[in-house]
């Protein structure tokens, strides 16, 4: 597709159980942002992707949370023995370097996870 | 560390009222961009400013760059039901992370 994706749109689950949320960015994308948000919140940064680089692990809230983007292209974020304060929506972002003129960050859908 | 506050974080206005929402950095952005979200939607790129000082206009709206390059405001002139939603300022430090602001939800009554 034209757009970045992200996978499942929804997911319930419950307290304790391990959790893995998808994204795929636009292709040829190098840059690729995982972010949280909660109900009627802002964005909160988790991790950044840049091509081979190391991530920028930075905003990671825990060490329940891990993410891996293999051949620099699709990501998954893992959540570890989820908690109810873990619930959000999940956005995915990828920026392309010149692909567009602003550099902007363009966001999937989302995945609204729920943990009970 | 970086932080980007904005102003207010709600607001409610009649329809064919302005609107402003003000974004504040602790430190001095290479660039700001600012997003809109849709209820139940993902946010969406509307523009990036990069000089001291400059102006844009998208319509009804006007973006502003602080002179320090410290600040940013955006402005819709005579509000629809069709603004309504959180609108984000993102900054930039020349790192490659964009810092997103707390946001502003727009809430226009007919």
């Known amino acids: 597709g034209a757009g970045v994706s992200q996978s499942p749109s929804n997911k319930v689950t419950e307290k304790g159980k391990d959790v893995e949320l998808r994204c795929d960015p636009i292709s040829g994308h190098t840059a690729l942002y995982w972010y949280r948000q909660s109900l009627g919140q802002g964005l909160e940064f988790l991790i950044y992707f840049q091509g081979n680089s190391a991530p920028d692990k930075s905003g990671l809230p825990s060490d329940r949370f891990s993410a891996e983007r293999t051949g620099g292209s699709v990501s998954t974020l893992t959540i570890q023995r989820t908690q109810q304060e873990d619930s959000a929506v999940y956005l995915c972002?990828?920026?392309?370097?010149?692909?567009?003129?602003?550099?902007?960050?363009?966001f999937g859908p989302g995945t609204r996870l729920t943990v009970l | 560390g970086q932080q980007v506050m904005q102003i207010p974080q709600y607001q409610h206005v009649q329809e064919g009222e302005d609107f402003t929402t003000y974004c504040n950095s602790s430190t001095t952005l290479s660039n700001i961009q600012w997003y809109k979200q849709r209820p139940g939607g993902h946010p969406v790129f509307l523009i990036q400013?990069?000089?001291?000082?400059e102006v844009k206009k998208q319509k009804r709206l006007t973006f502003q760059f602080g002179e320090a390059k410290k600040n940013s405001s955006l402005h819709i002139t005579a509000t629809q039901t069709t603004d309504v939603g959180t609108y984000f300022c993102?900054?930039?430090?020349?790192?490659?992370?964009?810092?997103f602001g707390t946001g502003t939800r727009l809430t226009v009554i007919p």
């Open positions: 972002a990828s920026r392309g370097t010149g692909t567009t003129l602003y550099n902007e960050q363009f």
């Open positions: 400013l990069v000089k001291s000082g």
């Open positions: 993102a900054g930039k430090t020349g790192a490659n992370n964009l810092f």
